[in-house]
């Protein structure tokens, strides 16, 4: 594709991506916000993340890699 088409193409998306009418739902955006955790619930696969909190261990886990590479 050329340039001139591939500009096109962006400058479509642009517009629709503009001009586009959105309904937004406020309520669920104010409790995501707010940290509602009405129906969010964290996937088995990143629960130890979720539970390993400590910052530390993870800068001391880079500081390995570093010295190691």
Not at 46 to 52: F, I, K, T, W
Request: proline letters at 1%; aromatic letters at 6%; hydrophobic letters at 25%.
């Amino acid at each position: 594709m050329g340039r001139g088409r591939a500009k096109a193409k962006q400058t479509k998306v642009a517009r629709e991506l503009k001009y586009r009418s959105v309904d937004t739902d406020f309520s669920s955006l104010e409790a995501e916000l707010r940290g509602g955790s009405e129906g969010h619930e964290i996937p088995d696969a990143y629960a130890d993340l979720a539970e390993d909190g400590d910052e530390h261990d993870d800068d001391r886990h880079y500081e390995d890699l570093r010295k190691s590479g």
